[in-house]
């Protein structure tokens, strides 16, 4: 006889989330908020770099040796890696491939070379949105009013922005970030109808189907 199941909790197969956006779109906002909700939980990276005063090991990121990544890069231990202003960074390969595996679901602010390395090495537990801002004149507005930037920095970065946007064909999602209330809602959207798939929930539909087959209802 079947015992009683709510299909809710059918086990299944973690979603690996990517957010990837130009700075100013939304991506680190509504990132935030997932993880606020505890919806996901944020993959830590590896760094070579120096670990500042407000940062704590294991949480913001894991502060290893140069050689250390090497080798791990080496040894395919890595689902992407980096360099940027002469560190590494990188995103370790078990502690996601377990996550996986026991169905929580991790979600990685990176861009879209990151995306693309991920996507190479674990595409089927992928999910990728690009967040667009709804116009260059409102990502400008935007980034002028975090005030963190110079002017000439501003214009850097929306040029770089021109770039990265080219990669939205890249994505498997792509939401415009005109209202952030709106815009989380269409992730949320597409979160709840990926972690419904049938091939992340292959294992634990089985036997939920075999019991419900099973079932005498004489």
Known sequence: MRTDT????IRRRGVMLVLSSPSGAGKSTIA???LEQHEFELSVSVTTRARRASEVEGVHYRFISRREFESLRDDDELLEWAEVHGNYYGTPR??????????RDMLFDIDWQGAQ????????????????????AELRTR??????????????RLENAKVEIERWRDYDY????????KAFDEVKSIVTAE??????????MHGFVSDLLAENIA
Do not use: C, Y
């Open 6 to 9: 709510p299909s809710n909790t």
């Open 32 to 34: 935030r908020i997932l």
């Open 94 to 103: 078990d502690a996601v491939e377990k996550a996986m595996s026991e169905g």
């Open 117 to 136: 390395q991920l996507r190479e090495k674990m595409d089927a537990d992928l999910v990728s949105i690009f967040i667009l801002p709804p116009s260059m």
């Open 143 to 156: 980034l002028k009013r975090r005030a963190e930037d110079s002017d000439d920095i501003i214009e850097t």
């Open 174 to 181: 792509v939401v415009v970030n005109e209202d952030l209330n």
């Open 195 to 204: 972690r419904l798939r049938r091939h992340r929930r292959w294992s634990g």
